[in-house]
C-alpha cells in the first residue's frame, strides 16, 4: 500500500482529523486550511522562539497575506515541557483573543494547543516541525499535573499540516527521538494482544489495522532517517502521525503504549535530567522499548505449558494486599497513591485468574508465534536505534540497572492498563522475566 493509499485509510478511521497535508514545501496551504476549517474565525500561531524561526514565522505571513486575522504567541522559555502551569497561561491567551490556536512546533506545543483548545470547545490546526513523537494526532494529551504525567481526553487537531523539508532538516537527535516513538509501537502491540486475550481491552481492528499493517515498512530505513532523507523522515512521520489515528479510532493510547511508555513516565515524574538535561521523550522510551523487547525474549523462553494454574490461584493475593503492596512501592513517589488507586481497576479475582492463565495456556501455540512476528528481537531493534542515533543502552540516558530493578514494579501498577507484567504475576514467572 503507498503512502496515500494508507493516508486515506487512516483519515477514514479517524475520528477528529479531516485532513493531513504531507509534502514538501507545502506551508503556503496554512490559509486554505485554516478557511476551510475555521471560515471567519482569527488565527493564534502558537510556537516557541525556535520553532517560530524555523516555520512559525512563516506560516504567520502565509496567513496575515492571505487576510485571515492573525495573532501570535510565543513561549520563551530555553527549556519547557507539556505542564498544568503553560496551560493555564496559553488558556488565558486563547481567552483574550479569541483564536483558533495554529499550533507551530513539537508535541510539547502541539499537546499545549490541544487541550486548551478542547477548554474552549474547539478545535485547531497543527503544523509539526519534527518527526519527534505520535502525539500530533493523538486523542488525548499528555500534561504533568499535580506532580503525575497524565493523559486527559481531548480531541486532535481538525488538520495537519507537515512541510517534508522542514520536517527533515530538525536536528537528527530529534529525529531519532521520533523514530523510538514509533518503534515502541512493536512491544506495545505485543502487549495488546496479551491484553486482548485475556478480555481486558479486545483489540479493535480499525485502530489495529491503521499502523501495524504497515509498521515494519515505516522503520524500514534507519539509515535514510540517520541521513535526514526526505523520503525516509517522511515514511517515518507518516507513521508517527498513523499511530495518532490509531489513538482517535480506539479513544484511548492502547494501539500506541503500554511499559514502554510508562518507563518514560517515571522518569518525567522524578525530573529525571542526564549531564544536566532533561531527557526527550523519545529518547525515554527508546529504554523503556528495548527494555520491553528483552522481557517478551525472556517470555519466549517460559514454559507456558507447565503452568500450574491452580497453584497460581491458591497463590494470588487478595485486592486488599496488592493495595498494601502498592502503597509501600509508591511511597517515596511523587505521586503515593497512584498504584493504589490503580490496583482495583486492573485486579483480577481468583476465578478470573484461573480464567485468564487457562485461556493463554490454550491459545499458546497459536499465540507465541504471532508473538514472536510482532515484537522484533532485542538485537535487532538495538541495532536500529544505534543507526538512527538513539540510545540504546540505559546508561546513555543516565540510567543504571539498579534503576530499572526499581521501576519494574512501578510500572506494573502505575496504570490500569493490562500488561505483560499483570500477565507475569498471575502466571508466576514474573521473577524469570524481569531484567
Not at 335 to 346: D, I, Q, S
Not at 357 to 384: F, G, M
Request: proline share 6%; net charge negative; glycine share 8%.
Amino acid at each position: 500500500m503507498n503512502s496515500k493509499e494508507r493516508i486515506a485509510k487512516a483519515l477514514a478511521v479517524a475520528t477528529d482529523t479531516r485532513a493531513f497535508e504531507l509534502g514538501r514545501g507545502n506551508l503556503s496551504l496554512a490559509p486554505g486550511l485554516f478557511r476551510k476549517y475555521f471560515p471567519g474565525r482569527k488565527a493564534l500561531v502558537v510556537s516557541d522562539g525556535p520553532c517560530w524561526r524555523i516555520a512559525g514565522e512563516a506560516v504567520y505571513s502565509h496567513l496575515v497575506s492571505a487576510g485571515v486575522e492573525t495573532e501570535r504567541f510565543l513561549f520563551e522559555e530555553q527549556e519547557f515541557h507539556a505542564d498544568w502551569e503553560h496551560i493555564e497561561i496559553l488558556d488565558g491567551v486563547l481567552d483574550r483573543t479569541g483564536a483558533i490556536a495554529v499550533s507551530v512546533g513539537s508535541g510539547v506545543i502541539n499537546d499545549l494547543c490541544k487541550l486548551c483548545s478542547h477548554h474552549h470547545k474547539q478545535q485547531y490546526l497543527t503544523v509539526p516541525t519534527a518527526a519527534s513523537v505520535d502525539g500530533y494526532t493523538s486523542f488525548g494529551a499528555s500534561i504533568t499535573y499535580q506532580n503525575a504525567k497524565q493523559t486527559f481526553e481531548c480531541p486532535a487537531p481538525v488538520a495537519v499540516l507537515a512541510d517534508i523539508d522542514v520536517i527533515a532538516a530538525a536536528p537528527r537527535e530529534i529525529t531519532a527521538a521520533g523514530y523510538a516513538d514509533l518503534a515502541a509501537k512493536v512491544p506495545a502491540g505485543g502487549e495488546w494482544m496479551i491484553a486482548d486475550l485475556v478480555g481486558s481491552e479486545p483489540i479493535i481492528p480499525e485502530a489495529w489495522h491503521v499502523l501495524q499493517d504497515d509498521l515494519d515498512e515505516l522503520l524500514a530505513d534507519p539509515e535514510g532517517v540517520a541521513a535526514g532523507k526526505p523520503e525516509a523522515v517522511g515514511a517515518l512521520f507518516e507513521g508517527l502521525v498513523l499511530s495518532g489515528f490509531a489513538m482517535q479510532a480506539a479513544r484511548s493510547s492502547r494501539p500506541a503504549s503500554c511499559c514502554d511508555h510508562l518507563f518514560s513516565h517515571i522518569l518525567d515524574m522524578t525530573h529525571h535530567r542526564y549531564k544536566g538535561k532533561f531527557v526527550s521523550h523519545g529518547f525515554q522510551v527508546a529504554i523503556g522499548t528495548l527494555i520491553m523487547c528483552r522481557v517478551f525474549e525472556k517470555f519466549f523462553a517460559v514454559d507456558v505449558d507447565g503452568i500450574d494454574v491452580e497453584k497460581c490461584v491458591a497463590a494470588w493475593p487478595s485486592l486488599e494486599a496488592e493495595q498494601q503492596r502498592a502503597l509501600e512501592l509508591f511511597k517515596d513517589f511523587p505521586a503515593p497513591r497512584l498504584g493504589y488507586e490503580n490496583v482495583p481497576r486492573k485486579y483480577s479475582s481468583p476465578e478470573q485468574v484461573r480464567a485468564e492463565l487457562t485461556a493463554l495456556k490454550a491459545a499458546w501455540p497459536e499465540l507465541k508465534p504471532r508473538l514472536q512476528a510482532q515484537v522484533w528481537p532485542y538485537e535487532k531493534i538495538k541495532e536500529c536505534f544505534r543507526i538512527v542515533g538513539a540510545p540504546y543502552e540505559p546508561e546513555m540516558i543516565g540510567v543504571t540497572p539498579e534503576w530499572v530493578s526499581y521501576a519494574f514494579p512501578i510500572v506494573q501498577l502505575m496504570r490500569y492498563r493490562f500488561n505483560l507484567l499483570d500477565l507475569a504475576k498471575r502466571g508466576g514467572f514474573y521473577d524469570d522475566i524481569v531484567l
